[in-house]
């Protein structure tokens, strides 16, 4: 019985009518296609099934029985086969691509909201390694592929709109179409020097053909901390002390009063932490015409910290075009932004003080007056006071959190603007000429205000420390700055960079087999041209309208300063040859020449960065064409070399200083003050690094295309890396000089794997996961270039050393192996200096009888060896839910908290007081409360943990309301859940000096604790 | 594309020959003498020279090691140990800066001849004195300019140090003939009387017996009437001073950085860490000699009123190092003291130690020192009562370790002290681990 079928094809995403898409009576040659409004008409006989296919969406069927009417929704395929990639300088289908590349699209990245849409990304794709803090406005830590570089730049580097910028904090993340995240050497050698250590291409929204389309979405969130540690009360507190100082002994130890009798029992986190409070409204407005297209956009953030008073706001515009002229041969794109932002910091030492502070202390005492470290020594209670007889000490060298805080008074502006232009001419159907400039201006404000007067008397000595002695302080030295009121210091930043790509493209296609594409240009540009200009003054007025440095007081004297930076031009070439054979065979080369103003007293400047890629689409063989259940099946392999050109230099020079340097002396009878000098560090010439990789992957769909992944496999090599080398201890030099003098290397495996099904029409679901392991060496180090130390705990003690075989900058300290019981026992084995009973023991390594450095032990690195990602979604009708988790462990991390106490006074976490020893055969594991400060694995942690990083339930209204074709609301919860046995507040710790691997990268010291959000959001479409 | 374009000239740091700075020979050379006033001198120093002795503990709070202080004090101290590893880079370091600047000197063109040849003997006064501390603390040492992984003997190291002290003698003028803005280098009297102390380490008896008399016979040096004046700020390079580190505590400061600090008396009270406090032991011999008046020129006591009227209250430690005491400066980061390297009493005890050995005169030299103090003249010193005078007139003065080893009284000096010294180990320190790191071929002390 034949029928015609008549009805109309939807984009899910937009409710619109879609044209074009191809309507097949399944097993026949018999089709039709849908016209301008979507509407398609065919006949069919009852038992056949109709096919509804259309590039980017998902294949759909109906068997047609006995309707008439067939309406169908069409949904996007995320990861299609005709998916474009963008691959630098130029787009290439995801089938077609040779090297590896992982992408992430808008709907992905807008699921976790952020202000930087790399913390959105973390567990979405494989290789791709993001440590993440939650203070606001913190950058994440992206690795990819692992750390290649020892003292060099570890930055990605980013491309926007084609465009090479420093970040992407000044990016909306609503306004990303797609990440393109160029991992293997083959894909990012087209980036030459500044490519090594990967590349992550952003392209921001265009206005899409149809109606005018406006979107608003608004979300409300609010923030506590996640995995808050239970620290001590007054009473562990208390015991804890006492037994410490019971142990010290001697004339000077003492012991504290019972709980009961302190003035408080403080709980510092519940001083010092507020909910933080966020929201986003988000304004787009886009469409595209015959000639042009438009993308409007505007944005507010505005997220608090977790500390009083600390936030972050962010208004971001933007303004996407293209115009068409002449037939559409000539295409102008702009793509115009402006993000302003401002902030109120806070110190993230209050953490650390929190941490350290007794629970005795309170936050305030009665008068108002910040509580302070004082302790009455002989009555043993916490306080200022002492009677006739009676002395008063410090508990600990704590400062009071909450005071930290309040007297922190710093304001942030930045302002950042960036511009593109570009002109794409079609000179022949098969070449094109881009001519691209871009343009990146940064301004940054800070201004600090310190209240010297107030934080003496509300926070300093509660006896002596008073206004009227701050006073006589202030009128004996009337021009020194430390008895001024306050002080005010301003600096401002400006950094510019620019980039100009010119290049020819080529693709034709010959006796339709043979396609070949072609790319040649030329790119200059320049960068890191950065001004700096900073004032302090002091003594202004104590209302904020008067912090002007015109307001200062004048006996004192106002310091500035004044520098600029010397700004890095670059001049390359570059050119790639594609080859296609059917869709079958893959091939591709790429070239690099790369000139960079930092080497040129380098005689060879320039570099060349070769690279080369081959793919074979099995499916496509006749072999494998037919093999049910197998879609799609791709072997690729790739061999480039990248650089890093942002590496450090020597400069040879006489060290002279005006100061008290130890090139100075003083000489006669007058001891006059002489100055001297001394030869500078050793100067090696130095270029930048190159980094080698091979690639080899393979890509798949299978089972209807419902189970589609990749599987990657790498090796990396960075040639002479560079490193900071401290010059032998008994050599002339003194100082510390840069050579290259190692290999590193990263091997590794990455998956990922997507399971998407349709149950039936109104249920849906999909599974993901991404995995990747990354192995790190350091290799080949040069004769007395090893054993550079790092991971400074500040205490003296330090936690990582270079050395050849091992991880880049690896754990090395004792090891520990329990805890001494008893004196014969310290008496009859080997140890560190002369240890007490309840002190940790640590392990004769050689057996020698006596433990130093010979007797510490590498513990691998604090790098993850792997990240794993996982994403559940289910969809039933207008119900969308999901789940996604993300990993990472095979490392290890130190609980610098726990490890460094200074003088004994400072608190513990609950947890440590509980299971402390307390004399002979209570624990053999933990030390007891008088302990050593000495770094060890004891502190050393499995940093292996997982996060439920976001779980979203989402309701979508269509055609509900006139005129309002879709609104979605969504609750959102945000790391609600941490599985770890890590005893700290976050496993993730970037470190200090962004993430370096020689400093505190995976030390807890004072890290952000990581926090929990709960989320409201509307999304609405016109 | 113009390539020109990658012609960008730094502007971040100044380049030495952009600078329009013209570096001197006497610029190098103070150079080598600022090495002085680092930190290493103020805390390291005190570990290997006097904590480690029995002349003094480790101080300050039980729970403040000082880094491996408390190892030194307990000698229980390491290949790793800190303070070790920062003297024999320290002294490496400026044993560097000499030989450049002896270098820098020699080829530098219109240069005054004189003042050339002076620099050139302060700088080998300068090396001189560091190698010598290197050898005594370590033995067989490299010698930088010669190889820096072959450990010289130790007689090579002596003859090094000779020749280039006798090179300075030679060059150096005396102690008076400085004009004033110069007081404060090295004098041909400095070198002297450290070549008569390098004999002594040698037990060349009679070159050390010689050397001294150079000295004494210069008539440039006397002992200062008041033991008690001698650390104070008001007698630096004064008539008893044959070398002293310089330091001064007003801005800019530049004190022996932090000397003064690290050793001050702690607690509420107190002005300073507290490390590197006397030993019961030193104050027992300070007794049983009757020894007041050094006694108290040494030692500082909680509770006593101190010559400047400063009243020490109630500190952590009962006993402080008051030949470390800046009056003007306390609790200051730099003092403004400096440090006697080498004065005459010194001189007069080498003359009379060596003077034992050669059946000279031995009780004139040491006799001079202890009718100083109010002691009672010794008719026929032996070797022994000159070492003990040795002890409490230098107490506290960076010498009491290296003389304990060098008179073989170290083993039974720590056992009556409590502490185990391990002969054929503890003589020398050993070398810090991290050079073997970077030099594995280099050989390590016996039992280290």
């Known amino acids: 019985q034949e029928s015609t079928v008549t009805g109309t094809v939807t984009n899910a995403e937009d409710n619109m009518p879609v044209p074009g898409v191809n309507v097949l009576i399944k097993g026949t040659t018999r089709g039709t296609s849908t016209d301008f409004d979507g509407k398609y008409s065919i006949t069919a006989k009852s038992d056949e099934i109709l096919e509804f296919s259309y590039v980017g969406f998902k294949k759909q069927s109906f068997t047609v029985g006995s309707q008439t009417v067939v309406n169908v929704t069409l949904q996007n395929d995320i990861e299609s086969l005709s998916e474009i990639v963008v691959i630098g300088y130029g787009t290439q289908k995801r089938s077609e691509v040779t090297g590896a590349i992982s992408s992430i699209k808008s709907e992905e990245l807008l699921k976790q909201p952020a202000l930087n849409a790399t913390q959105s990304i973390q567990g979405k794709l494989s290789g791709v390694n993001i440590v993440n803090s939650d203070a606001p406005g913190a950058v994440p830590k992206v690795v990819i592929r692992g750390v290649g570089t020892a003292s060099a730049g570890e930055q990605v580097l980013y491309i926007v709109d084609g465009i090479q910028v420093t970040g992407i904090t000044n990016i909306n993340p609503a306004d990303i179409e797609t990440m393109d995240v160029l991992k293997d050497a083959s894909s990012t050698a087209i980036y030459g020097m500044d490519a090594a250590n990967g590349v992550v291409i952003i392209t921001t929204k265009k206005g899409k053909k149809g109606q005018t389309k406006i979107e608003l979405s608004s979300f409300y969130g609010a923030k506590t901390i996640l995995n808050q540690v239970r620290m001590a009360d007054a009473n562990q507190y208390v015991t804890y002390f006492n037994e410490n100082q019971t142990a010290i002994g001697g004339d000077n130890s003492y012991q504290l009063a019972p709980a009961s009798q302190q003035p408080a029992n403080t709980d510092w986190y519940d001083a010092l932490i507020d909910v933080g409070f966020s929201n986003s409204n988000n304004v787009a407005l886009s469409g595209a015409g015959d000639m042009s297209s438009y993308y409007f956009s505007f944005n507010n953030y505005n997220e608090d910290g977790i500390l009083k008073d600390q936030d972050l706001s962010r208004n971001t515009l933007r303004l996407n075009n293209t115009f068409n002229f002449f037939d559409n041969k000539l295409k102008i794109t702009s793509s115009i932004s402006g993000a302003f932002t401002k902030s109120t910091p806070k110190p993230f030492g209050a953490f650390n003080e929190a941490y350290r502070q007794a629970p005795i202390v309170p936050v305030f005492y009665p008068d108002g007056h910040f509580g302070t470290n004082d302790v009455n020594r002989t009555t043993g209670v916490q306080g200022f006071l002492a009677g006739l007889g009676e002395t008063i000490g410090g508990l600990n060298s704590v400062g009071n959190p909450v005071a930290n805080v309040f007297f922190s008074n710093n304001k942030n502006k930045a302002t950042d603007l960036q511009g593109i232009i570009e002109a794409e001419l079609k000179i022949t159907d098969f070449l094109k000429f881009t001519s691209r400039v871009g343009m990146t201006k940064a301004y940054g404000r800070e201004r600090v205000f310190n209240d010297i007067r107030g934080r003496y008397v509300v926070a300093g000595d509660p006896v002596s420390d008073t206004d009227q002695q701050f006073q006589n302080l202030q009128d004996a030295n009337p021009n020194n700055t430390q008895y001024a009121n306050n002080s005010l210091r301003y600096t401002m930043t400006e950094n510019f960079s620019y980039n100009w790509d010119n290049f020819l493209s080529f693709d034709k296609t010959f006796n339709e087999k043979h396609t070949i594409g072609a790319l040649a240009g030329i790119t200059k540009g320049k960068r890191d041209d950065f001004y700096f200009a900073e004032t302090t003054a002091y003594g202004v007025p104590s209302q904020e309208q008067y912090w002007s440095i015109e307001f200062a007081n004048g006996n004192y004297d106002n310091v500035s300063t004044q520098r600029f930076s010397t700004y890095t031009t670059q001049l390359s070439y570059f050119g790639r040859l594609q080859y296609n054979y059917d869709g079958k065979y893959l091939a591709q080369v790429n070239i690099r020449r790369d000139g960079v103003s930092t080497f040129k007293d380098n005689a060879e400047y320039f570099g060349n960065f070769p690279s080369f890629s081959l793919g074979w689409v099995l499916t496509e063989e006749n072999f494998l064409k037919d093999v049910n259940g197998l879609d799609f099946l791709k072997l690729r392999g790739g061999w480039g070399e990248v650089g890093n050109s942002r590496v450090p230099f020597n400069q040879f020079r006489f060290n002279t200083n005006s100061g008290s340097n130890n090139v100075n002396y003083v000489f006669g009878v007058n001891q006059d003050f002489v100055l001297g000098a001394s030869l500078g560090a050793q100067v090696f010439p130095i270029s930048w690094e190159v980094t080698e990789e091979t690639n080899i992957g393979l890509e798949f769909r299978m089972l209807d295309s419902r189970l589609a992944g990749s599987v990657d496999l790498y090796d990396r090599r960075t040639n002479d890396a560079i490193l900071q080398v401290r010059p032998v201890l008994n050599s002339p030099n003194d100082a510390n000089f840069f050579d290259s003098g190692a290999d590193i290397t990263n091997k590794g495996v990455e998956v990922e794997l997507n399971w998407r099904d349709d149950i039936n029409d109104n249920l849906s679901y999909n599974i993901g996961v991404v995995y990747s392991y990354n192995k790190n060496n350091v290799e080949n180090v040069k004769p007395a270039y090893d054993g550079q130390i790092g991971g400074s705990l500040n205490n003296g003690q330090i936690t990582k050393r270079l050395q050849d075989g091992q991880p880049l900058y690896a754990w090395w300290m004792y090891e520990a192996e329990g805890v001494w019981q008893n004196q014969a026992e310290i008496d009859n084995n080997p140890r560190v200096g002369s240890p007490k009973p309840g002190h940790l023991r640590y392990k004769d390594q050689n057996d020698d009888g006596v433990i130093d450095d010979r007797d510490k032990k590498f513990f691998g690195s604090y790098l993850p060896t792997y990240n794993l990602g996982l994403t559940l979604g289910l969809n039933y009708k207008n119900i969308d839910f999901s789940v996604d988790a993300f990993g990472a462990g095979g490392n290890k991390i130190y609980n610098g908290l726990k490890g460094t106490r200074i003088d004994g006074g400072e608190n513990i976490t609950a947890d440590v007081f509980n299971e402390r020893w307390t004399g002979e055969g209570s624990t053999n594991v933990n030390p007891g409360a008088n302990r050593d400060a000495i770094a060890s694995s004891y502190y050393l942690e499995d940093g292996d943990y997982l996060r439920i990083n976001n779980m979203t339930l989402g309701y979508t209204l269509k055609n509900v309301i006139p005129d309002i074709s879709r609104i979605r609301l969504y609750l959102t919860v945000q790391n609600p859940f941490l599985f770890t046995n890590y005893s700290g507040f976050t496993p993730e710790l970037v470190g200090n000096e962004d993430g370096a691997p020689e400093e505190r990268a995976g030390i807890e010291l004072s890290a952000y604790p990581n926090t929990k959000t709960f989320l409201f959001g509307v999304n609405i479409e016109l | ?448």
């Open chain 2, 1 to 448: 594309c113009d390539e020109d374009y990658l012609e960008v000239d730094s502007r971040d740091d100044i380049e030495f020959e952009d600078s329009g700075e013209v570096v001197t020979p006497e610029e190098m050379v103070t150079g080598v003498y600022g090495r002085f006033t680092g930190f290493s001198y103020a805390f390291s120093y005190l570990g290997v020279s006097e904590i480690i002795s029995d002349n003094s503990d480790k101080g300050s709070s039980p729970g403040d090691t000082g880094g491996d202080k408390n190892l030194l004090d307990d000698l229980t101290h390491t290949t790793s140990s800190s303070s070790i590893r920062a003297m024999w880079e320290e002294w490496y370091k400026s044993i560097g800066r000499a030989t450049i600047a002896i270098d820098y000197t020699q080829n530098y063109e219109n240069y005054d001849a004189n003042l050339k040849s002076r620099l050139i003997g302060e700088a080998k006064f300068l090396r001189a004195l560091h190698y010598f501390w290197l050898v005594r603390s370590f033995g067989d040492v490299p010698i930088q300019e010669v190889d820096l992984v072959e450990r010289a003997p130790e007689s090579e190291v002596y003859a090094y140090i000779i020749n280039d002290l006798q090179d300075a003698i030679s060059a150096l003028p005396v102690k008076s003939s400085y004009a004033p803005k110069d007081v404060g280098r090295a004098t041909k009297g400095s070198a002297q009387g450290l070549l008569a102390k390098v004999y002594l380490y040698q037990e060349n008896w009679q070159a050390a017996y010689d050397a001294a008399n150079e000295v004494i016979a210069s008539n440039q040096y006397d002992l200062h009437p008041n033991y008690a004046e001698i650390w104070r700020a008001s007698t630096e390079n004064g008539m008893e001073s044959l070398f002293e580190i310089q330091g001064r505590g007003e801005t800019i400061n530049h004190g022996i950085q932090q000397y003064s600090q690290t050793q001050g008396a702690r607690g509420s009270t107190g002005w300073g860490w507290g490390f590197n406090t006397p030993s019961e032991n030193l104050l027992n011999a300070f007794d049983a000699a009757g020894d007041d008046v050094r006694r108290d020129a040494t030692i500082i006591f909680r509770g006593e009123t101190l010559w400047d009227g400063r009243v020490v209250g109630e500190t952590e430690n009962p006993m402080y190092n008051e030949k470390a005491y800046s009056s003007l400066n306390v609790g200051d980061g730099d003092g403004d003291k400096n440090i006697r390297v080498l004065r005459y009493a010194e001189i007069l005890l080498i003359q009379a130690e060596a003077a034992t050995h050669i059946n000279q005169d031995a009780a004139t030299p040491l006799n001079l020192v202890r009718e100083r103090v109010g002691l009672a003249p010794i008719a026929a010193p032996t070797v022994q009562q000159i070492w003990n005078e040795r002890r409490l007139e230098l107490a506290m003065e960076h010498d009491r370790w290296f003389d304990l080893n060098r008179t073989g009284q170290a083993a039974a000096a720590m056992a009556a002290d409590g502490k185990t010294f391990v002969n054929g180990k503890h003589e020398l320190f050993p070398i810090p681990n991290d050079q073997l790191i970077q030099t594995p071929e280099m050989v390590q002390n016996p039992g280290w």
